[in-house]
């Protein structure tokens, strides 16, 4: 799985200019991979918002972790 990760990582910061962002929140590394392969094939402008929804919830978490 940590292979196969870093490989689609690799591949998706190639296509989409920018690292994948997820809020994991205690989810399997399994789960993840799962998530980036359903996004990888979407639109940059996609992803960039999804990214950025991403980052606010972790920003989120993490404030309310205070």
Known sequence: VLAELARLNAKYEARHGFRFVVFVDRRPKAEILEVL??????????????????????????????
Not at 39 to 52: F, I, S
């Open 37 to 66: 392969r359903a996004r990888l094939p979407n639109p940059t402008d996609e992803e960039r918002e999804t990214a950025l929804g991403e980052l606010v919830a972790i920003a989120e978490d993490r404030w309310c972790s205070r």
